[in-house]
Nanobody
Framework: QVQLVESGGGLVQPGGSLRLSCAAS????????MGWYRQAPGKQRELVAT???????NYADSAKTRFTISRDNGNKTTYLQMNSLKLEDTAVYYC?????????WGQGTQVTVSS
């Protein structure tokens, strides 16, 4: 059974940093593009960043200069380093794994940016 388990969320002040982790219990990890999405209260879920097995990345405009996605293929773990956090980054952050035919989601981890 596929599982994606996020960790690393929490409360941080504006300008601070957090590192999210997503541990995947998944076969053929190399086939999956991994991603981070977020959903703020009252808003739709939106893309934050994705990374292919080979390391090609894609970022939302809001994340390009502040966030870094990476993956450790040996440990089947995906990371999201978030720096210079803003109030508007407050959301539940979800890990995503997808191929052309399958897609899985984690349960989400709350990130709250507040002074």
């Amino acid at each position: 059974q596929v599982q994606l388990v996020e960790s690393g969320g929490g409360l941080v002040q504006p300008g601070g940093s957090l590192r999210l982790s997503c541990a995947a219990s998944i076969g053929f990890f190399s086939l999956y593009t991994m991603g981070w999405y977020r959903q703020a209260p009252g808003k739709q879920r939106e893309l934050v960043a994705t990374i292919t097995y080979g390391g090609s990345t894609n970022y939302a405009d809001s994340a390009k200069t502040r966030f870094t996605i990476s993956r450790d293929n040996g440990n089947k773990t995906t990371y999201l380093q978030m720096n210079s956090l803003k109030l508007e980054d407050t959301a539940v952050y979800y890990c995503n794994a997808r191929t052309i035919s399958r897609e899985y989601w984690g349960q989400g981890t709350q990130v709250t940016v507040s002074s």
